[in-house]
C-alpha cells in the first residue's frame, strides 16, 4: 500500500510526555513516603540512589511550567504507592495524599490533562517482603491503592494507567531491579502466577474505576513492539508468532478479552508453569474492560527459529544485545536492516507503525503512546544549549509514522514520549538522557539541579502548536 499523503491527527489529540515516580521525584524515603522494591533493590554499579533523581518532588511546579510552556495537552506520571500507603496497606500517608493531588492542580492550572500510572516499577517493599505478588492478598491491596486514589484524584483526573509494562516485568523482571527468584525452584511457575495476579488486579481495577468514575477512561500500559522473523523461513514465522504471543498479545488479550492466549498457554504448559486459576478469576479478567490501549514502544525485535543448537552454539548464534532467547521456542537476533542508539537499541520508526496496525487489527481500541523516546549522554554547553539534533531525528521518524498509521484508519489519542525531563534510568543511571528539559546534575555530583531547555524543547513546542504538521 502506496500512502502519498498522509492525514491530520485530531483536533484534540494529547501531545505530551512521561516520567515515572521513582525515577524522576527524589525525596524517596522522606515526607512519610515508605521503602518501594527500588529503593531497596541493589544499584546497578556506577549509578546513584534515588534520594534526589531530578528533584521533581521540589520542582514540580516549575517543570510543570515548563511542559505548559511546551504546549502540552497531558503529562503522565505515575504515583508511588509508598507515599499514598508507605506499607503498601493499611495507614495512609496525608503528605503523600497531597503532593499528588498539588501536582494534579498545577497541571490542571496549565490546561494539562493529567494521565497518572498507578504503578511503575515499584511494589511496596513492606509488600514484596510478604511474598509479592505471589501472594492471592496482592490482587485486592492493589485494588485497595487504586480505590484510594480515585476517591482522592478521581474528581480531577480523567485518563489512568494501571499498570507500567507488565510485560517487561514478567520478561525481564531483573533488568528492573523487581525480580528476586532466589531459592525459586520453578522461575516461570512463579513469574506467571505473579503474572495472573497482576492481571486480576488491573481487571478488578478497571472494572472499579468504572463504577466509581463513569466518566473517566482506563487502560492497560504495556511495552508493545511487533516481533519479526529473522528471514521468511516458515519455522522463523512460528518463532515470531511464538515471542509475539508472550511478549505482546498475552497481556492485551487478557486485558481486553479476559482470555489467555493459546500459544502461551501451551508455552506455559511444556514449562509447567500453568498459574493456578481459582472459580471466579475468568469472571473478574472477563470485566475489565479498558477504555483504550495504552503502550511503550522502543524498539522490534526479531528471533528465529530455535533448532536445537547445542547451549554455547545458541549463544553464539543469539546476539545477547538483541533481547532474550526461550530454548526451543525463539531465539533472538540483531536485526541488521536498522541501526542503533548509542546505548545498542535498535531504531525503527516504521516497526512503530507496523505495531500500532497490528495493535488496533487485533483489539480496535484508541492507542496512546505513553513512552517512545532516545537516551543519550547529552551535553551541556557553556551557554546553557543541548544540541540534541539525535532525539529530535528519533522523534520525527517516529511521528511521521503515527501519521501513517492514522492515515490507514488506526485510532491513536495522543503521544508522550520519554520523558519529560531527564531522570534516572531503570538501569544505566541518570546519565542516560531523554528528557526535552535537561537537568544539570552528573551521576554522583548533584549541582544545582537548574533546568535548561534543549533543542528538542523547542522542536516539540514547534511541532505540538501545529499539531503535527511541522515536524
Ligand atoms: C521503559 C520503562 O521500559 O523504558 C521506563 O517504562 C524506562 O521506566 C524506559 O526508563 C527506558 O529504559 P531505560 O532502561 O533506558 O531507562
Redo the contacts with the bound molecule.
Keep these: 500500500m502506496i500512502i502519498t499523503k498522509t492525514h491530520k491527527l485530531p483536533e484534540n489529540f494529547l501531545w505530551g510526555a512521561s516520567t515515572?515516580a521513582y525515577?524522576v521525584e527524589g525525596e524517596n524515603l522522606t515526607h512519610g513516603k515508605g521503602p518501594s522494591v527500588q529503593d531497596t533493590k541493589e544499584l546497578p554499579p556506577g549509578t546513584s540512589g534515588l534520594d534526589v533523581c531530578a528533584d521533581f518532588y521540589n520542582h514540580y511546579k516549575e517543570d510543570i511550567a515548563l511542559m505548559a510552556e511546551m504546549g502540552f495537552k497531558t503529562f503522565r506520571f505515575s504515583v508511588a504507592w509508598t507515599r499514598i500507603l508507605p506499607q503498601g496497606t493499611g495507614e495512609v500517608n496525608p503528605e503523600g495524599i497531597k503532593f499528588y493531588s498539588d501536582v494534579i492542580d498545577e497541571c490542571i492550572r496549565h490546561n494539562i490533562e493529567p494521565l497518572v500510572t498507578m504503578f511503575?516499577?515499584d511494589l511496596p517493599d513492606a509488600l514484596d517482603k510478604k511474598g509479592g505478588w505471589s501472594r492471592r492478598e496482592s490482587v485486592d491491596e492493589f485494588v485497595n491503592f487504586a480505590r484510594i486514589l480515585f476517591e482522592n484524584y478521581g474528581d480531577r483526573v480523567k485518563y489512568w494507567l494501571t499498570i507500567?509494562?507488565q510485560n517487561?516485568l514478567t520478561l525481564v523482571g531483573e533488568a528492573i531491579g523487581t525480580g528476586n527468584y532466589a531459592g525459586v525452584e520453578n522461575k516461570y511457575k512463579k513469574l506467571y502466577q505473579d503474572n495472573h495476579h497482576m492481571l486480576l488486579a488491573q481487571a478488578k481495577t478497571m472494572k472499579l474505576c468504572h463504577e466509581m468514575l463513569p466518566n473517566a477512561k482506563i487502560g492497560p500500559a504495556p511495552?508493545i513492539s511487533l516481533i519479526y522473523p529473522a528471514s521468511c523461513k516458515p519455522k522463523d514465522v512460528l518463532a515470531a508468532q511464538n515471542f509475539n504471543a508472550i511478549r505482546n498479545w498475552l497481556y492485551l488479550d487478557m486485558a481486553v478479552f479476559g482470555r489467555y492466549n493459546n500459544l502461551v498457554w501451551k508455552f506455559l504448559e511444556e514449562q509447567d508453569a500453568i498459574p493456578e486459576i481459582l472459580p471466579g478469576d475468568m469472571e473478574i479478567m472477563a470485566s475489565g474492560h479498558p477504555d483504550f490501549i495504552a503502550f511503550?514502544y522502543?524498539n522490534t525485535s526479531t528471533v528465529a527459529w530455535d533448532d536445537g543448537l547445542s547451549p554455547e552454539e545458541t549463544a553464539r548464534k543469539a546476539d545477547q544485545q538483541a533481547g532474550q532467547s526461550e530454548p526451543g521456542v525463539f531465539l533472538s537476533v540483531r536485526n541488521e536492516n536498522l541501526t542503533t542508539t548509542e546505548?545498542g537499541w535498535e531504531i525503527d520508526p516504521e516497526g512503530f507503525r507496523a505495531t500500532f496496525r497490528e495493535i488496533y487489527s487485533r483489539y480496535h481500541l484508541p492507542m496512546i503512546v505513553t513512552?517512545n523516546g532516545l537516551?543519550a549522554y547529552d551535553k551541556l554547553t557553556e551557554d546553557g544549549k543541548v544540541h540534541d539534533q539525535y532525539r529530535i531525528e528519533y522523534l520525527r521518524k517516529h511521528i511521521e509514522q503515527i501519521k501513517l498509521a492514522v492515515s490507514e484508519g488506526c485510532e491513536v489519542m495522543g503521544y508522550c514520549p520519554?520523558s519529560a525531563i531527564d531522570l534516572v534510568?531503570?538501569?544505566?543511571g541518570i546519565v542516560?538522557r531523554?528528557g526535552f528539559i535537561y537537568v544539570n546534575r552528573d551521576e554522583f555530583d548533584l549541582k544545582d539541579l537548574a533546568r535548561y531547555r534543549k533543542d528538542s524543547f523547542y522542536w516539540y513546542q514547534k511541532v505540538i502548536e501545529t499539531n503535527g504538521e511541522e515536524l
Aim: charged share 20%.
Design positions: 515515572s525515577q511503575h516499577f507500567n509494562e517487561m511495552n511503550n522502543y546505548f513512552e537516551g520519554w534510568s531503570t538501569h544505566e542516560k531523554y
